[in-house]
T-cell receptor, first 113, second 113 residues
Framework: AQSVTQLDSQVPVFEEAPVELRCNYS??????LFWYVQYPNQGLQLLLK??????LVESINGFEAEFNKSQTSFHLRKPSVHISDTAEYFC???????????FGTGTRLQVFP | DTEVTQTPKHLVMGMTNKKSLKCEQH?????MYWYKQKAKKPPELMFV???????INESVPSRFSPECPNSSLLNLHLHALQPEDSALYLC????????????FGPGTRLTVL
């Protein structure tokens, strides 16, 4: 069975500071990895995904994540955050054989001015 | 275009009411999903339809009844709900399922009185 761990339930950070949101997964099969962002009272938006190929994936708004197979991690990073990045971030994993997307418990990123 | 639409945005219903949630996508996706999300929690999978057939039911109570009339449309029929069923109901779709990227709608905020 797969599982996803997001160790940090909340990450407070000042604007323009760098941030890292941690995600570790456990799976016995090949997986796809995702980061979704959820702004207040909205649905989930796909931020970025790792399916195969380059282990470093980037989003259009400055976030990046690196797949590390040996450490079973897929941490999300941004070198300089904005107030508008305040949201809930979910890491998720799906195996290539099922229709199930397994979510972590989420990390609340709070950016302060 | 990766848009999934959901109606209504908000729904308030009594425990004896019958109502339906609607989800639509025009991306040609063949897998569609219903999730339930409680406050400050990750989404929980309820149902999966693959090629218009129910493929996964995560032991959801029978007061929730999904329906997939065609490849673009997914309904969730609600009857005799309980106050604890109040939540954000999210619909998602993916190209073929089996680990494909899932795209989420904005959700329906359901309140059961």
């Amino acid at each position: 069975a797969q599982s996803v761990t997001q160790l940090d339930s909340q990450v407070p950070v000042f604007e323009e500071a760098p941030v890292e949101l941690r995600c570790n997964y456990s799976s016995s099969v090949s997986v796809y990895l995702f980061w979704y962002v959820q702004y207040p009272n909205q649905g989930l938006q796909l931020l970025l995904k790792y399916l195969s190929g380059s282990t470093l994936v980037e989003s259009i708004n400055g976030f990046e994540a690196e797949f590390n197979k040996s450490q079973t991690s897929f941490h999300l990073r941004k070198p300089s955050v904005h107030i508008s990045d305040t949201a809930e971030y979910f890491c998720a994993v799906s195996d290539i054989n099922t229709d199930k997307l397994i979510f972590g418990t989420g990390t609340r990123l709070q950016v302060f001015p | 275009d990766t848009e999934v639409t959901q109606t209504p945005k908000h729904l308030v219903m009594g425990m004896t009411n019958k109502k339906s949630l609607k989800c639509e996508q025009h991306m040609g996706h063949r897998a569609m999903y219903w999730y339930k999300q409680k406050a400050k929690k990750p989404p929980e999978l309820m149902f999966v339809y693959s090629y218009e057939k129910l493929s996964i039911n995560e032991s959801v109570p029978s007061r929730f009844s999904p329906e997939c009339p065609n490849s673009s449309l997914l309904n969730l029929h609600l009857h005799a709900l309980q106050p604890e069923d109040s939540a954000l109901y999210l619909c998602a779709s993916s190209q073929e399922g089996k680990g494909d990227t899932q795209y989420f709608g904005p959700g329906t905020r359901l309140t059961v009185l």
